[in-house]
Nanobody
Framework: QVQLVESGGGLAQPGGSLRLSCAASRFTLDNYAVGWFRQVPGKEREGVSCISRSGGSTYYSDSVKGRFTISRDNAKNTVYLQMNSLKPEDTAVYYC?????????????WGQGTQVTVSS
């Protein structure tokens, strides 16, 4: 069931930045680890990043490490993905998932995704 809402996607130039948001409206997100995933049609879904419930632990795929930063603002019930130095290969639909209790746990809620397109 869809209980998260992603926003912030759009068109960016190579080298540019976007910040994605993942918001929960019907439950308290701070009790969950939250992961970001992306998918391109015809390709397998890729795990991009994840943040622990406390925010003390973060994880990144090798393809985005050093360029993307995940963070959370539990007061706003929102998790962010700051994407810098964007590349055309970052083009995908980005989804967030709430997982309990850890990043490697099964998803409990997810969103419908937001499109990110990196092109000149």
């Amino acid at each position: 069931q869809v209980q998260l809402v992603e926003s912030g996607g759009g068109l960016a130039q190579p080298g540019g930045s976007l910040r994605l948001s993942c918001a929960a409206s019907r439950f308290t997100l701070d009790n969950y680890a939250v992961g970001w995933f992306r998918q391109v049609p015809g390709k397998e879904r890729e795990g991009v990043s994840c943040i622990s419930r406390s925010g003390g632990s973060t994880y990144y795929s090798d393809s985005v490490k050093g360029r993307f930063t995940i963070s959370r603002d539990n007061a706003k019930n929102t998790v962010y993905l700051q994407m810098n130095s964007l590349k055309p290969e970052d083009t995908a639909v980005y989804y967030c998932e709430a997982r309990h209790p850890r990043c490697d746990s099964s998803p409990k809620a997810w969103g419908q995704g937001t499109q990110v397109t990196v092109s000149s």
